[in-house]
């Protein structure tokens, strides 16, 4: 079946970007499905290092067609400064190529101020949002009272809808969050001026897909943030407000149940986290300076989209099986190998305990009470990132990896060993 599916595996951040990017050499269309741009991957290619948050990553490969499915919430300021940075590069973006949903949500102004100020209101128990009016414009498309793509294509209905839509958030906030109320007329019309100039990217996608399926033509679905912030089976509060795991493709791209070729989980060679919320295995002092770098280079640990430092920690190798076993995982992609050169042993979690029981089922809704439990094995003081085959791999390392298909029930079929598109190793 032409269906493949990208995701990741842990809090996001796993290096989907690079992975997509080599999936696509080899498909016909790239396609987001959910989140909007909360989401980031980066893809470097020479000197050029490309930092995406909605268009797919497969926009860099120039044979592609790339779909921004329903399932997403889309900011058209966001759209509009992507298109011009990928424009600037010498990448197609046209919309003989690039198509948005007529069904996708659209993410206002006034959603990333009602989103800051509703994780500014929580105190000690904010969630750590990104602040991009995410969860904001989820609810509207929950409650049947959001903008959606398909309003641009209709300018005079557009222009009455922003406008009653700032109106209602600037009277929740002045309410709610004691705010001082907004100027609905300027901010609406604004948003509006802007937003027009997606219009001619505007279709119906999910026909788009169907009839490329039909046709046999290969399709990649690009996952967004990670499986562990899914809204449903994610670390909750503590999550995205989409799908995050595979199975949100089919909702969320408007395309029928249908067999998938295989669905290739993302997984970096350690574990890391933006925002608040449980991290059995997370590590502070020395080992977390060292794991998450100093920042001075687009590899090291932060945020794509907010620039935050990420948490980093050992591999947790039970919330691995659990979201290989979540999404379907037919084969892994472990990235930031590299990383782990140098350090004379390394940690894998492989069970938790909790009231003096260990084992590796647990309650995802009870995270933060567990306990990791460690197994230790030796590290390799080689460089890696030069290494293109298995066998080039230091012994350890080989090991490392077998240890890690082993506790996730899933070959590695995919390793990474530095930021450029050639040092991939494939298994």
Same mark, same amino acid.
């Not at 269906?3 to 690079?18: F, L, N, P, Y």
């Not at 033509?217 to 996952?223: D, Q, V």
């Not at 943030?225 to 989409?242: I, R």
């Given at each position: 079946m032409p269906?493949?599916?990208?995701?990741?595996?842990?809090?996001?951040?796993?290096?989907?970007?690079?992975v997509v990017?080599?999936?696509?050499?080899?498909?016909?269309? /790239?396609a @987001?499905?959910?989140?909007?741009?909360?989401?980031?991957?980066? /893809?470097?290619?020479?000197? #050029?290092?490309f930092?995406?948050?909605?268009?797919?990553?497969?926009? *860099?490969?120039p044979?592609?067609?790339c779909?921004?499915?329903?399932?997403?919430?889309?900011?058209?300021l966001s759209?509009?400064?992507?298109?011009?940075? +990928?424009?600037?590069?010498?990448?197609?973006v046209?919309?003989?190529?690039?198509?948005v949903?007529?069904?996708a949500?659209? !993410? #206002?102004?006034?959603?990333?101020?009602?989103?800051?100020?509703?994780d500014?209101?929580?105190g000690a128990?904010?969630?750590?949002?990104?602040?991009?009016?995410?969860?904001?414009a989820?609810?509207?498309?929950a409650? @049947?009272?959001g903008l959606?793509?398909?309003?641009?294509?209709?300018?005079?209905?557009?222009?009455?809808?922003a406008?009653?839509?700032?109106?209602? $958030?600037?009277?929740?906030?002045? $309410?709610?969050?004691h705010?001082?109320p907004?100027?609905?007329?300027? !901010?609406?019309?604004?948003?509006?001026?802007?937003?027009?100039?997606?219009? =001619?990217y505007i279709?119906?996608?999910? %026909?788009? %897909?169907r009839?490329?399926?039909?046709?046999g033509?290969?399709?990649?679905?690009?996952?967004a943030?990670?499986?562990?912030?899914?809204?449903?089976?994610?670390?909750?509060?503590?999550?995205?407000?989409?799908c995050?795991?595979?199975?949100?493709?089919?909702?969320?791209?408007?395309?029928? *149940?249908?067999? /998938?070729?295989?669905?290739?989980?993302? #997984?970096?060679?350690?574990?890391?986290?933006?925002?608040?919320?449980?991290?059995?295995?997370?590590?502070?002092?020395?080992?977390?300076? @060292?794991? @998450?770098?100093?920042?001075?280079? =687009?590899?090291?640990?932060?945020g794509?989209? #907010?620039?935050?430092?990420?948490?980093?920690?050992?591999?947790?190798?039970v919330?691995?099986?659990?979201?290989?076993?979540?999404?379907?995982?037919?084969?892994?992609?472990?990235?930031?190998?590299d990383?782990?050169?140098?350090?004379?042993?390394?940690?894998?979690c492989?069970?938790?305990? +909790?009231?003096?029981?260990?084992?590796?089922e647990f309650? $995802?809704?009870? +995270?933060?009470?567990?306990?990791?439990?460690?197994?230790?094995? =030796?590290?390799?003081?080689?460089?890696?990132?030069?290494?293109?085959?298995?066998?080039?791999?230091?012994?350890?390392?080989?090991?490392? +990896?077998?240890? *890690?298909q082993?506790?996730?029930g899933? =070959?590695?079929?995919?390793?990474?060993?530095?930021?450029?598109?050639?040092? $991939?190793?494939?298994?």
């Open positions: 269906i493949e599916i990208a995701v990741g595996t842990q809090w996001g951040d796993e290096g989907k970007g690079r990017d080599l999936l696509s050499a080899e498909a016909d269309l /790239v @987001r499905f959910n989140g909007g741009d909360n989401a980031g991957h980066t /893809v470097t290619v020479g000197q #050029t290092t930092k995406l948050h909605l268009i797919p990553s497969g926009i *860099i490969h044979h592609t067609l779909l921004l499915g329903n399932g997403m919430v889309i900011n058209p759209f509009l400064a992507e298109l011009e940075m +990928l424009e600037k590069a010498g990448v197609d046209s919309p003989r190529r690039l198509f949903s007529q069904a949500l659209l !993410i #206002t102004p006034v959603h990333r101020l009602l989103d800051q100020a509703q500014e209101a929580r128990g904010r969630l750590g949002t990104t602040g991009r009016g995410i969860g904001p989820y609810v509207d498309k409650a @049947r009272s959606r793509a398909g309003d641009i294509l209709d300018e005079a209905a557009f222009r009455s809808k406008q009653a839509h700032v109106a209602e $958030v600037s009277r929740l906030m002045q $309410v709610l969050y705010k001082d907004l100027d609905a007329q300027a !901010i609406a019309g604004d948003f509006v001026e802007k937003a027009l100039r997606m219009a =001619p279709t119906d996608v999910g %026909a788009i %897909a009839k490329n399926l039909a046709a033509k290969r399709l990649l679905a690009e996952g943030q990670g499986a562990l912030l899914d809204l449903d089976h994610g670390t909750y509060p503590y999550v995205t407000s989409s995050t795991t595979a199975t949100g493709l089919f909702g969320g791209l408007g395309i029928g *149940i249908q067999a /998938v070729q295989r669905v290739v989980g993302i #997984t970096k060679a350690f574990q890391t986290r933006v925002g608040d919320g449980p991290f059995p295995t997370e590590l502070e002092g020395e080992m977390a300076l @060292r794991l @998450r770098g100093s920042g001075a280079n =687009p590899w090291d640990e932060y794509t989209t #907010t620039g935050r430092p990420r948490r980093v920690g050992w591999l947790d190798g919330l691995l099986k659990y979201v290989v076993e979540l999404s379907g995982i037919s084969e892994l992609g472990v990235t930031k190998l990383i782990l050169s140098g350090l004379p042993s390394l940690k894998v492989t069970a938790y305990s +909790l009231d003096g029981r260990s084992g590796d309650n $995802v809704a009870r +995270l933060g009470e567990y306990r990791p439990v460690y197994e230790e094995m =030796p590290g390799w003081e080689a460089d890696v990132s030069g290494a293109r085959r298995l066998q080039d791999l230091p012994a350890a390392a080989r090991r490392y +990896l077998n240890r *890690i082993e506790i996730a899933a =070959p590695v079929r995919l390793v990474s060993v530095g930021p450029e598109r050639e040092q $991939v190793i494939l298994a």
